[in-house]
């Protein structure tokens, strides 16, 4: 009797898995026969696809490294280049609205690490394929990164004047520190 109970059960099983594995391929076949029918955005990418999102802030990065153009003292251990720097300088050469000669600005102080320093700049640059002659290394701060802002103060008093609502923080207009 237990003999035939266990012989029971075993094709029992067989005859679920049968059916089951059939009922897939069924189904796949079935799938590959239908459109695609989900609306854009629905499908989710894979994990070494690239995102639209991802995709735009990188540009932005790259575009604002390129205009920052410059390398701090934390950019560097000691004299030689560190991953932060190494990610700065990769943003900078990765920016498509970039100019020939790719400027980098050592804001660090001409000391006898300033050498190795920016021969650390070029030396990565030329690792990823900037040449010599595309690369400008200039010690001090890029002239483009700082301004007076009495020009944005004033327009900002302007269009005031004349009802426009400002477009800059109302601090800005103030001198000094509003802190207390």
Not at 130 to 147: D, F, M, R, T, W
């Amino acid at each position: 009797m237990r003999h035939m109970i266990r012989n029971l059960i075993v094709l029992s099983a067989a005859a679920l898995l049968t059916a089951s594995s059939a009922g897939c391929k069924h189904d796949q076949a079935a799938k590959a026969d239908t459109p695609d029918n989900r609306i854009y955005g629905e499908k989710f990418l894979g994990p070494d696809e690239a995102r639209d999102v991802f995709r735009a802030s990188n540009a932005q990065l790259a575009s604002g490294a390129r205009a920052d153009a410059m390398l701090h003292a934390c950019h560097f251990d000691k004299g030689v280049l560190n991953t932060a720097g190494e990610q700065k300088l990769d943003f900078m050469i990765d920016d498509d609205d970039s100019n020939t000669p790719m400027t980098v600005y050592l804001d660090v102080p001409q000391d006898d690490q300033f050498a190795s320093r920016s021969e650390s700049v070029a030396k990565y640059c030329k690792e990823r394929a900037v040449s010599g002659e595309q690369l400008k290394i200039v010690q001090g701060l890029n002239p483009a990164s700082y301004h007076s802002a009495t020009a944005g103060v004033t327009a900002l008093k302007t269009d005031a004047a004349a009802g426009v609502a400002p477009t800059a923080s109302p601090v800005a207009e103030t001198a000094g520190s509003t802190m207390k």
